[in-house]
């Protein structure tokens, strides 16, 4: 049986909130008096006054979305604290000059001193956003300004990460140039080539193989790269003939005349595949006897990535211990030849006369303990020096510096007397 609706004839009715009755009369659909409407009115809870001024200026994070630099540089005046305040996403005007590419915005925002570091709700950096996009001169930017390049956000993913992903070729090989770790792992452990990989990103995957990528680094499920980019052909060809011309270069020996020592940092770093960095050691004004005196917080401080850090630190301290060096590229070198007595001749010497200290090489031994420990004493008044030279105060650089000129004339000296 069929639903059925019945409707009234009747009108419907209507209700009205009539009024009070005015004199006795009967009441009718007339409103409140106007006295009594405003009385209500103004006893009901007012918004806040805002002068007009504050609906003139956009906010700051308006402002660096749409390249808007008057804009921030009126604010500063005004509002000198929003340049660096986050909104409810914790984002940063310079996330958003960043994340849309405005060099310029990005370039004043540094200029004024916010942090260029500072992370949204999910550790998102500016140079991450950058990256992401495709930004390339705005990642220049950041470096150049001391962006880190191993951050992670809240997944532990890199800038290089999110270059990878979104095949930003370009920002993935300015990245490398910048010491990004091309086999840092996520919270998945997933690393930037394998990144690359899944998504089929050709160039990304050759520049990360050519940077030290490793194809057979593998995830937290035990895929590596090739594994990864099984339905992609052209990404395993590209893989298998990386790795077919590592094989051939590691199974063909070529013959090695005598080694020829590092004549200074710079050679050193390019027999290690580091020669990116020599400009950062050159602007610390370290060299090849200073480096060896360095320590994991050095490195730290100078913002070397977690990768190259572990590769030098670990040259350092077989350096230290046997006074050879022993780099990832090569099996055993010879001590560096230099005008000093290599740590590793110095303890076999020391330990050799210390047997027979009755021997006519004793004086041979206190002369090498004299050199060992003048140069300590060198390289302390050589740091203390380097750390001053950012303070402009003359007299005080200058007796450093003639401390160690001292040193030095008196470790030639003892060295030419025993013609070590």
């Not at 937290?220 to 099984?230: F, Q, V």
């Not at 913002?303 to 046997?322: N, S």
């Not at 001749?345 to 200290?357: C, G, I, K, P, V």
Request: charged share 25%.
């Amino acid at each position: 049986m069929a639903a059925r609706v019945r409707f009234s004839q009747e009108r419907p009715g209507v209700t009205y909130v009539q009024s009070t009755s005015v004199g006795g009369t009967t009441p009718s659909l007339s409103t409140k008096p106007v006295s009594q409407l405003l009385a209500d009115l103004l006893a009901k809870p007012m918004p806040t006054l805002v002068s007009e001024r504050e609906y003139q200026v956009m906010d700051a994070c308006t402002a660096a979305s749409i390249g808007e630099e008057n804009v921030l540089r009126e604010l500063i005046k005004i509002k000198p604290y929003s340049l660096s305040a986050k909104n409810r996403a914790g984002w940063t005007p310079l996330l958003y000059g960043a994340y849309l590419g405005h060099q310029g915005i990005c370039a004043f925002l540094i200029s004024i001193g916010v942090m260029i570091d500072d992370c949204n709700s999910r550790g998102q950096t500016a140079l991450m956003m950058a990256a992401a996009c495709g930004n390339t001169n705005v990642v220049r930017l950041l470096l150049e300004k001391g962006a880190s390049t191993d951050r992670c956000d809240k997944d532990e993913r890199q800038a290089l990460h999110y270059a990878a992903s979104c095949s930003q070729n370009v920002v993935v090989d300015v990245l490398l140039g910048a010491g990004a770790d091309p086999n840092a792992a996520d919270v998945n452990g997933m690393s930037p080539l394998q990144e690359a990989a899944i998504s089929g990103h050709e160039l990304t995957v050759i520049s990360i193989l050519e940077k030290g990528g490793s194809a057979h680094q593998k995830n937290k499920r035990g895929e590596d790269a090739m594994a990864l980019a099984s339905d992609n052909p052209k990404v395993l060809q590209l893989i298998a003939d990386h790795e077919k011309t590592a094989s051939a270069a590691e199974a063909v020996e070529q013959p090695r005349g005598p080694y020829r020592a590092p004549q200074c940092l710079a050679d050193l770093l390019e027999e290690m595949n580091l020669e990116r960095f020599v400009d950062k050691f050159r602007q610390q004004n370290v060299d090849l006897h200073l480096f060896f005196d360095l320590n994991e917080k050095d490195f730290e401080e100078m913002r070397i990535p977690y990768g190259p850090k572990k590769r030098m630190l670990k040259v350092i301290e077989r350096y230290r211990a046997t006074g050879v060096i022993n780099a990832d590229t090569f099996d055993s070198i010879p001590p560096i030849a230099s005008s000093s007595v290599a740590p590793s001749q110095l303890q076999q010497s020391t330990r050799a006369l210390e047997r027979d200290e009755s021997s006519s090489s004793s004086e041979l031994l206190r002369s090498l303990r004299f050199i060992r420990d003048t140069n300590e004493a060198t390289k302390k008044l050589a740091i203390e020096a380097l750390q001053s030279l950012h303070v402009d105060h003359n007299d005080k650089l200058r007796p450093l510096l003639t401390g160690i000129m001292h040193g030095v004339e008196q470790i030639a000296a003892r060295a030419a007397r025993h013609e070590l």
